[in-house]
């Protein structure tokens, strides 16, 4: 079965930097793009960034353009999120997602992954 | 960015009750409305895409309907295992964007 398991979460001032690792399994990786998804503590989803099956095509929410790149490496079944110019409004969990296209309709996030807390605070 | 308007953010039902939640666009998304449901620690889960169209898996209690602007979740025999957040998410193109959630509790 298809899983997807964030790590690199943790405890970062503002300014600091952070790479975030999802590792998948169950499933043909290289096939598909993928995704970050964020959601602050009492607060709603927010997509992040999606990075095409070979990395050749990225795209970032405004929030975090010019301060987060989205990279894949297709022989370990991993995706990124670099991060850096942490600001305590970046504090949130990262949920990786997997797309899949069924017929001529395209799901971003059909499965997900659990999670990965990130705070940025002094 | 389109806005997603996600009603209500809180629910209280009974077993077997018929609960409905909507989401409305601020813009025209045809049928890019998928809804999930997310357990406490756990992670989301699709129950709905392309509007309606039930995925693989899911109850049949579980529908989506809805077109254009307007579109709706309706469970019809609320089950204790279905005590979750439940939240809409737009997918005409980026940036996807997603309702605020409803917390859905039994009474």
């Known amino acids: 079965q298809v899983q997807l398991v964030e790590s690199g979460g943790g405890v970062v001032q503002p300014g600091g930097s952070l790479r975030l690792s999802c590792a998948a399994s169950?499933?043909?990786?290289?096939?598909?793009?993928m995704h970050w998804v964020r959601q602050a503590p009492g607060k709603g989803l927010e997509w992040v960034a999606v990075?095409?099956?070979?990395?050749?095509?990225?795209f970032f929410a405004d929030s975090v353009k010019g301060r987060f790149t989205i990279s894949r490496d297709n022989s370990k079944n991993t995706v990124f999120l670099q991060m850096v110019s942490l600001r305590p409004d970046d504090s949130a969990v990262y949920y990786c997602?997997?797309?899949?296209?069924?017929?001529?309709?395209?799901?971003?996030?059909?499965?997900w992954g659990q999670g990965t807390l990130v705070a940025v605070s002094a | 960015d389109l806005q997603m308007t996600q009603s209500p953010s809180s629910l209280s039902a009974s077993v077997g009750d018929r609960v409905t939640i909507t989401c409305r666009a601020s813009?025209?998304?045809?049928?890019?409305l998928n809804w999930y449901q997310q357990k406490p620690g756990k992670a989301p889960k699709l129950l709905i895409y392309?509007?309606?169209s039930l995925e693989s898996g899911v109850p049949s209690r579980f529908s989506g309907s809805g077109s254009g602007t307007y579109f709706t979740l309706t469970i019809s025999s609320l089950q204790p295992e279905d005590v979750a957040t439940y939240f809409c998410?737009?997918?005409?193109?980026?940036?996807?964007?997603f309702g605020q959630g409803t917390n859905l509790e039994i009474k």
């Open positions: 997602a997997k797309e899949v296209r069924r017929s001529d309709y395209y799901i971003p996030f059909e499965y």
């Open positions: 169950g499933f043909m990786f290289h096939y598909y793009g």
């Open positions: 990075i095409s099956h070979d990395g050749s095509i990225k």
């Open positions: 813009q025209n998304i045809n049928n890019y």
């Open positions: 392309a509007a309606s």
């Open positions: 998410l737009q997918c005409d193109g980026v940036p996807y964007t």
